[in-house]
């Protein structure tokens, strides 16, 4: 089989399942921290309780998260050797100032936090908490900058064969980088709102400990609802973003073919690559494209045939993606928007605690597709412009991607399932072990 | 002169890596051999419960620091020692999953798996770290390109097995010496006892890997190397001198000198190169063909520089934090593994 694809396989796998314990770990972090300040403020044991357990749940969740993160790093060079030696100058360095300055103190403060409950003073023990939100936080900026530069490379040269870096402050000053970053973030804080509204829901569904519960549902629903809003916002600013630097991302995730002004957009569309149109189009809104993408009715969106078609993305998988994140996103604050409203009798609109048990998995299924389309839409670059995905993977023999790509297949769907299962226990086991 | 700083830097990284590590590492080798009951077990586990995962980030950074100021040499080495780096790599992640879930049921089958999947997850870093080094300092197949020329077993060839084995005694010893450290009662008395005995096997090795070494390489012609491997003989001289008097901190602190003087020793020698090819010296990559250009070397070396003092006061206040002796009333408690 293809090294090639067999490389893009595991780097898929791998990055995904990381991301599957990242985004709570960036939004419950912070609930917790919150929940600690209340307690430090008020001293009322209840949100200590409240911390200790959301804490359990979040320490089963974080630990994946760690390690599924060290195969990252490592990837780029066992398997992705050539990109590694041709962009490492820039790319290389993003990701070694997120180990010292992000994963450091992230992991240290976590144990000052499992470990310190009678070692350390109350106000100590809260700022480890907001030392690990904040450090987490502060590794997703250095990620995501370091992801933004291949999305869209800036503050470069190309000399001795290689792009070298040129300016510093432009790299981390990348606008498509912070646009991802925030709407990534903000993404992560409010499925965190939901994780915790749906496991509340579960056990207001049951009557148990219903004063903790609500509290708690409290702080998960305007989580929730506040950050759903914000992720729209900066997901709208994304796509603007995306319009200006990466077009040929933008028109596939409309699937929109022919370059025109007053572009429309389409509510249901059905597209066929292989002839280079669209089966089905319902729906249009007249011009509403061009104003999405530019603020402007008039503005021309270029289609997809104004590129090569060795430089399209995969447009069905993009488009796709694209709409399952957009559809899920619209849910979301409908639904945050009535949990919130709901908030203080939440126990009494059991069919909503129902649908909130439910959602859960769904803020995840939104934040991969988002990624999906950043990262299949970027293609056939592995940096934009710069760099093909094919020219980018290491010399090594297809047989030993294959075997380590198994590998990881097997034991990380083992251990998904172990934490997941164990999330889930102690979820429903409730405060009162801890 | 800036690669060569940055060579300093990128030695120091590991060296310290090893140094924290390795203790960590150490101990989950020795649990199966030395706890004999659950209680002792969970001491085993809280002695290295606050300190692992702060420790293993220093392999991120070490890997990062690779990365971003010698990127050739960090895309040929991971991709040449693919197989060797993906099994580390697979440790690391079963072990971290082994430390944390252990506890999180009561059930003794759940327990006893998780305990040998420690085991095993401890062990393998510290032989395929004594086996990538060991390849490291007598070269690999790698030509003009940095593409491999070798496979697997070329990996596995004499020296590089003693010096994982070598690596294997030196974290055991290191694990024993914290694990004394750490406890009191009948767990401190046999980890001390065993490490006087792993003292000496450390001893006996190190010197069987520096005869292979001044007979693999040419670490010897180079006068700089004679001032690590000095302190690495001080270090480990002393680690039995604090034994003996029952100093148990200092000899740890000792063994820490030692891998680092170690460490050392081993980069000198390669110094300039990184990764040195065995087909030919021209196809070595070395401080100057395969490290970043000067913007990078000095951005990375500020934010080095301001950061890792950081690091290292905030992490020795972690350690000042939870240096206490763990007795049965911490296995109680509430935080305990």
């Given at each position: 089989?293809?090294?090639?694809?067999?490389?893009?396989?595991?780097?898929?796998?791998?990055?995904?399942?990381?991301?599957?314990?990242?985004?709570?770990?960036?939004?419950?972090?912070?609930?917790?921290?919150?929940?600690?300040?209340?307690?430090?403020?008020?001293?009322?044991?209840?949100?200590?309780?409240?911390?200790?357990?959301?804490?359990?749940?979040?320490?089963?969740?974080?630990?994946?998260?760690?390690?599924?993160?060290?195969?990252?790093?490592?990837?780029?060079?066992?398997?992705?050797?050539?990109?590694?030696?041709?962009?490492?100058?820039?790319?290389?360095?993003?990701?070694?100032?997120?180990?010292?300055?992000?994963?450091?103190?992230?992991?240290?403060?976590?144990?000052?936090?499992?470990?310190?409950?009678?070692?350390?003073?109350?106000?100590?023990?809260?700022?480890?908490?907001?030392?690990?939100?904040?450090?987490?936080?502060?590794?997703?900026?250095?990620?995501?900058?370091?992801?933004?530069?291949?999305?869209?490379?800036?503050?470069?040269?190309?000399?001795?064969?290689?792009?070298?870096?040129?300016?510093?402050?432009?790299?981390?000053?990348?606008?498509?980088?912070?646009?991802?970053?925030?709407?990534?973030?903000?993404?992560?804080?409010?499925?965190?709102?939901?994780?915790?509204?749906?496991?509340?829901?579960?056990?207001?569904?049951?009557?148990?400990?219903?004063?903790?519960?609500?509290?708690?549902?409290?702080?998960?629903?305007?989580?929730?609802?506040?950050?759903?809003?914000?992720?729209?916002?900066?997901?709208?600013?994304?796509?603007?973003?995306?319009?200006?630097?990466?077009?040929?991302?933008?028109?596939?995730?409309?699937?929109?073919?022919?370059?025109?002004?007053?572009?429309?957009?389409?509510?249901?569309?059905?597209?066929?690559?292989?002839?280079?149109?669209?089966?089905?189009?319902?729906?249009?809104?007249?011009?509403?494209?061009?104003?999405?993408?530019?603020?402007?009715?008039?503005?021309?969106?270029?289609?997809?045939?104004?590129?090569?078609?060795?430089?399209?993305?995969?447009?069905?998988?993009?488009?796709?993606?694209?709409?399952?994140?957009?559809?899920?996103?619209?849910?979301?604050?409908?639904?945050?928007?009535?949990?919130?409203?709901?908030?203080?009798?939440?126990?009494?609109?059991?069919?909503?605690?129902?649908?909130?048990?439910?959602?859960?998995?769904?803020?995840?299924?939104?934040?991969?597709?988002?990624?999906?389309?950043?990262?299949?839409?970027?293609?056939?670059?592995?940096?934009?412009?710069?760099?093909?995905?094919?020219?980018?993977?290491?010399?090594?023999?297809?047989?030993?991607?294959?075997?380590?790509?198994?590998?990881?297949?097997?034991?990380?769907?083992?251990?998904?399932?172990?934490?997941?299962?164990?999330?889930?226990?102690?979820?429903?086991?409730?405060?009162?072990?801890? | 002169?800036?690669e060569t700083?940055w060579f300093a830097l990128w030695a120091l990284l590991w060296g310290i890596y090893l140094a924290l590590d390795g203790f960590?590492l150490g101990?989950?080798i020795?649990?199966?051999?030395?706890?004999?009951?659950?209680?002792?077990?969970?001491?085993?586990?809280?002695?290295?419960?606050?300190?692992?995962?702060?420790?293993?980030?220093w392999l991120?950074?070490a890997g990062?620091v690779t990365?971003?100021?010698f990127?050739?040499a960090y895309?040929v080495m991971f991709?040449a020692l693919?197989a060797p780096l993906?099994i580390l790599?697979?440790?690391?992640?079963?072990?971290?999953?082994?430390?944390?879930?252990?506890?999180?049921?009561?059930?003794?089958?759940?327990?006893?798996?998780?305990?040998?999947?420690?085991?095993?997850?401890?062990l393998a870093p510290a032989l395929i770290l004594g086996v990538f080094f060991s390849n490291l300092f007598i070269g690999i197949p790698i030509?003009?390109?940095g593409?491999y020329h070798g496979n697997l077993l070329m990996l596995l060839n004499p020296y590089a097995l003693m010096g994982g084995i070598f690596f294997l005694a030196l974290f055991c010893l290191h694990g024993a010496l914290?694990?004394?450290?750490?406890?009191?009662?009948?767990?401190?008395?046999?980890?001390?006892?065993?490490a006087?005995k792993l003292w000496l096997t450390t001893l006996i090795l190190a010197l069987a890997y520096l005869g292979m070494t001044a007979f693999h390489t040419d670490f010897f012609h180079k006068p700089g190397a004679y001032v690590p491997l000095a302190i690495a003989v001080i270090g480990l001289l002393c680690v039995r001198f604090?034994?003996?008097?029952?100093?148990?901190?200092?000899?740890?602190l000792s063994n820490m000198v030692m891998i680092l003087g170690t460490a050392f020793f081993g980069f000198i020698g390669i110094f300039p190169d990184l990764v040195p090819s065995d087909i030919s010296p021209e196809f070595s990559l070395n401080i100057h063909n395969a490290?970043?250009?000067?913007?990078?070397?000095?951005?990375?070396?500020?934010?080095?520089?301001?950061?890792?003092?950081?690091?290292?006061?905030?992490?020795?206040?972690?350690?000042?934090?939870?240096?206490?002796?763990?007795?049965?009333?911490?296995?109680?408690?509430?935080?305990?593994?």
């Amino acid at each position: 089989m293809d090294v090639v694809w067999l490389s893009r396989l595991q780097f898929a796998v791998t990055v995904f399942f990381h991301f599957i314990f990242v985004p709570l770990t960036l939004g419950l972090s912070l609930i917790i921290a919150v929940m600690e300040t209340c307690y430090v403020r008020s001293g009322n044991e209840v949100y200590k309780r409240m911390a200790k357990f959301w804490g359990k749940l979040f320490l089963i969740n974080f630990a994946l998260g760690v390690v599924t993160g060290i195969t990252l790093e490592f990837q780029f060079g066992t398997n992705w050797s050539r990109y590694s030696k041709y962009v490492g100058d820039v790319f290389g360095s993003l990701l070694a100032i997120e180990a010292t300055v992000a994963f450091f103190l992230e992991s240290t403060f976590i144990a000052v936090w499992t470990f310190g409950w009678n070692k350390v003073s109350k106000r100590t023990h809260a700022a480890a908490i907001w030392l690990v939100a904040i450090a987490g936080n502060i590794s997703a900026l250095w990620i995501i900058l370091a992801n933004g530069w291949m999305q869209n490379p800036v503050g470069y040269v190309m000399k001795n064969g290689r792009a070298e870096l040129a300016d510093f402050f432009e790299v981390i000053a990348n606008p498509y980088a912070w646009g991802q970053f925030f709407h990534t973030i903000t993404a992560s804080w409010m499925l965190a709102g939901f994780f915790v509204m749906g496991i509340c829901a579960w056990h207001l569904l049951r009557k148990n400990e219903v004063d903790f519960f609500k509290r708690s549902f409290r702080f998960g629903a305007h989580f929730a609802l506040i950050f759903a809003v914000i992720t729209a916002a900066f997901g709208h600013l994304e796509g603007q973003s995306v319009a200006k630097y990466q077009p040929a991302k933008l028109a596939a995730m409309e699937s929109f073919w022919n370059t025109e002004a007053h572009a429309p957009m389409h509510l249901f569309v059905v597209p066929d690559p292989q002839n280079a149109r669209n089966i089905v189009e319902f729906g249009a809104i007249p011009s509403m494209l061009s104003i999405l993408a530019y603020n402007d009715p008039s503005a021309p969106v270029q289609g997809l045939l104004a590129f090569p078609k060795e430089n399209r993305p995969p447009v069905t998988e993009t488009f796709i993606s694209f709409r399952i994140m957009v559809g899920l996103g619209g849910i979301f604050i409908l639904l945050a928007l009535i949990a919130w409203i709901w908030r203080n009798r939440i126990e009494n609109h059991r069919r909503i605690l129902n649908i909130l048990v439910w959602l859960i998995p769904f803020p995840y299924i939104a934040i991969m597709a988002g990624w999906a389309v950043a990262e299949i839409g970027r293609q056939p670059w592995i940096v934009y412009n710069l760099m093909r995905t094919t020219d980018a993977v290491s010399p090594v023999p297809s047989g030993s991607v294959l075997t380590s790509l198994i590998a990881f297949g097997v034991i990380y769907f083992i251990l998904g399932a172990l934490d997941i299962w164990l999330i889930g226990r102690f979820a429903r086991k409730g405060p009162a072990t801890v | 002169m800036l690669e060569t700083i940055w060579f300093a830097l990128w030695a120091l990284l590991w060296g310290i890596y090893l140094a924290l590590d390795g203790f960590d590492l150490g101990v989950g080798i020795l649990m199966p051999f030395l706890a004999r009951n659950e209680n002792e077990r969970r001491v085993f586990h809280d002695s290295v419960g606050p300190f692992w995962d702060g420790n293993e980030v220093w392999l991120i950074t070490a890997g990062g620091v690779t990365f971003a100021a010698f990127p050739t040499a960090y895309a040929v080495m991971f991709s040449a020692l693919y197989a060797p780096l993906l099994i580390l790599l697979f440790a690391l992640i079963l072990r971290a999953v082994a430390l944390e879930f252990r506890s999180k049921l009561a059930n003794p089958l759940w327990r006893k798996k998780w305990d040998g999947i420690l085991f095993l997850s401890s062990l393998a870093p510290a032989l395929i770290l004594g086996v990538f080094f060991s390849n490291l300092f007598i070269g690999i197949p790698i030509d003009q390109d940095g593409v491999y020329h070798g496979n697997l077993l070329m990996l596995l060839n004499p020296y590089a097995l003693m010096g994982g084995i070598f690596f294997l005694a030196l974290f055991c010893l290191h694990g024993a010496l914290w694990l004394a450290f750490k406890s009191v009662g009948q767990v401190h008395m046999r980890t001390a006892a065993l490490a006087k005995k792993l003292w000496l096997t450390t001893l006996i090795l190190a010197l069987a890997y520096l005869g292979m070494t001044a007979f693999h390489t040419d670490f010897f012609h180079k006068p700089g190397a004679y001032v690590p491997l000095a302190i690495a003989v001080i270090g480990l001289l002393c680690v039995r001198f604090f034994l003996g008097a029952d100093r148990l901190i200092e000899a740890f602190l000792s063994n820490m000198v030692m891998i680092l003087g170690t460490a050392f020793f081993g980069f000198i020698g390669i110094f300039p190169d990184l990764v040195p090819s065995d087909i030919s010296p021209e196809f070595s990559l070395n401080i100057h063909n395969a490290a970043s250009s000067p913007l990078t070397l000095k951005i990375m070396f500020g934010v080095v520089i301001c950061v890792v003092p950081i690091v290292l006061l905030y992490q020795w206040w972690v350690y000042r934090l939870f240096s206490h002796k763990i007795t049965d009333q911490d296995i109680d408690g509430p935080d305990a593994y």
